[in-house]
């Protein structure tokens, strides 16, 4: 398993791979597959409890989640969310970081915002609570953004993601996600601050790649431009429920080998004992 320091000095020597996940069945396969951190992210809120943004979701829901996938998962990294409104002070940030250290056992956690979220950040790594920023597209900001849209297209813009950056690394961040963002830019950014970077639809100049887990293997419906699927496995399950079903209308399913059987001496001793009633 990574640890904090672990993942920071991974920069400059080989990419680090990410995926979220959020049951058991999700980090079992993650971890089967050597992925280096599992991000349990708040994006379940769109993934998996049905809303249309992040904001919905709750610590509860955090908690809740990120306790199944530590079960499927025990040997790989993971980090947790802080959903929407759960680190606006430091106080609060501790108290609800805290609880998700405890009771998921996670290795860190993660919030969106720059300059403006130092003191929290300080607050949690003083606390020994890793922590991993995230800036660009930032889901928890989408109705101030405007939606989802890709961001730092502007010279200001570039300017101000720059100096989040370099104050997140400066401040003790282990990683820093970069969503959402042109790939020259986030290229530059990683190449001048001294923490890894983790893109997701920010180009391939970065420290490692993030994707959701439903976009990554072709489950989602519909994919956003920066996701490709390396697998088929939305259609791979519908083809499976089609033939269960067609199997169980004409009679196919289950068969011999699907039914449990009682010995035939048992069973026409019942016969006999029935007959004889």
């Known amino acids: 398993m990574l640890t904090a320091p672990q993942l920071r000095a991974l920069k400059g020597t080989r990419p680090s791979t990410w995926i979220t996940a959020y049951d058991v069945v999700q980090a079992q396969v993650a971890e089967e597959a050597a992925i280096d951190v599992i991000l349990v992210g ?62 998921t056992l996670a290795n860190g956690v993660k919030l969106e915002g720059g300059r403006s979220i ?55 961040a282990s990683a820093i996600v970069l969503e959402g963002i042109p790939d020259r830019v986030a290229a530059y950014v990683t190449a001048h601050i001294e923490a890894p970077t983790i893109g997701i639809g920010a180009g391939p100049g970065v420290d490692g790649q993030v994707l959701v887990f439903h976009d990554c293997l072709g489950i989602t419906r519909s994919l956003p431009k920066f996701a490709r699927p390396f697998a088929e496995v939305r259609q791979a399950m519908i083809s499976g429920l089609l033939a269960y079903r067609g199997s169980v209308q004409d009679g196919s399913f289950p068969g011999d080998r699907e039914s449990y059987h009682v010995p035939d001496a048992e069973w026409d001793k019942f016969l006999r004992e029935q007959d004889g009633r």
């Open 42 to 103: 708040d994006s379940l809120g769109m993934t998996t409890l049905g809303y249309d943004s992040t904001i919905p979701v709750t610590l509860d829901d955090m908690v809740h989640h990120a306790a199944m996938v530590r079960r499927g998962a025990p040997h790989t990294m993971m980090i947790v969310d802080l959903p929407y409104l759960t680190y606006h002070n430091p106080g609060t940030a501790l108290a609800n970081a805290g609880r998700i250290m405890q009771q």
């Open 118 to 172: 130092i003191p929290v950040v300080d607050a949690l790594i003083q606390e020994k609570i890793p922590v991993i920023g995230h800036l660009g597209l930032t889901p928890q900001s989408v109705h101030t953004m405007g939606g989802y849209k890709v961001q730092a297209k502007s010279s200001s813009a570039i300017g101000e993601l720059l100096e989040d950056a370099r104050s997140l690394s400066d401040h003790g």
